[in-house]
């Protein structure tokens, strides 16, 4: 574990707390390869090898948060299907992110379900939401016509 001085971390949080901390970093790491060349190599690999790390935590992350989006979305099928326009307009942000390409092919017959809910409910309400202002000022007057458009 990397323990830092009372100097040292005073001087990594003036850093950090700067307009422009990445401009010091790159200035700090500029000075360091020309003052010590021969250990500018190590240096480097380990900024790659920390960042393929940050990379991977990240990435594990985003799986996490899929996978809880898809038991949210299937565990909220069986509570509550796409029946009424609030659950409707719930829907819709879930769908853009879960269906972006306007179908379900390729997803659990739980989301399949859910999806196909709400598809029937555009279906049977299309004239209150597509083109109206809400649906453009709210950016999903395009995703209704595509999912429309493939669920024909």
Same mark, same amino acid.
């Not at 021969?38 to 935590?57: G, H, N, P, R, W």
């Not at 996490?64 to 989006?69: G, K, L, T, V």
């Given at each position: 574990?990397?323990?830092?001085?009372?100097?040292?971390?005073?001087?990594?949080?003036?850093?950090?707390?700067?307009?422009?901390?990445?401009?010091?970093?790159?200035?700090? =790491? $500029?000075?360091?390869?020309? +003052?010590?060349? *021969?250990?500018?190599?190590?240096?480097?690999?380990?900024? &790659? #090898?920390?960042? @393929?790390?940050? =990379? $991977?935590?990240?990435?594990? +992350?985003?799986? *996490?948060?899929?996978?809880?989006?898809?038991?949210?979305? &299937? #565990?909220?099928? @069986?509570?509550?299907?796409?029946?009424?326009?609030?659950?409707?307009?719930?829907?819709?942000?879930?769908?853009?992110?879960?269906?972006?390409?306007?179908?379900?092919?390729?997803?659990?017959?739980?989301?399949?379900?859910?999806?196909?809910?709400?598809?029937?409910?555009?279906?049977?309400?299309?004239?209150?939401?597509?083109?109206?202002?809400?649906?453009?000022?709210?950016?999903?007057?395009?995703?209704?016509?595509?999912?429309?458009?493939?669920?024909?």
């Amino acid at each position: 574990m990397n323990v830092f001085s009372l100097e040292e971390s005073f001087a990594i949080k003036t850093i950090l707390e700067s307009e422009e901390p990445t401009i010091l970093i790159i200035k700090l =790491l $500029s000075s360091f390869c020309g +003052k010590f060349p *021969e250990k500018s190599t190590d240096l480097m690999d380990f900024i &790659v #090898s920390l960042s @393929k790390a940050q =990379l $991977s935590i990240k990435t594990n +992350k985003i799986y *996490e948060y899929d996978n809880a989006m898809r038991m949210l979305l &299937v #565990s909220r099928y @069986k509570s509550n299907q796409v029946k009424n326009k609030f659950s409707f307009i719930a829907a819709i942000d879930v769908c853009k992110l879960h269906f972006p390409n306007g179908h379900c092919e390729m997803h659990s017959e739980g989301e399949k379900r859910y999806f196909n809910d709400f598809v029937q409910y555009l279906k049977d309400h299309k004239d209150e939401y597509i083109d109206d202002s809400w649906a453009i000022d709210f950016g999903c007057n395009d995703y209704l016509k595509m999912v429309l458009e493939k669920n024909k």
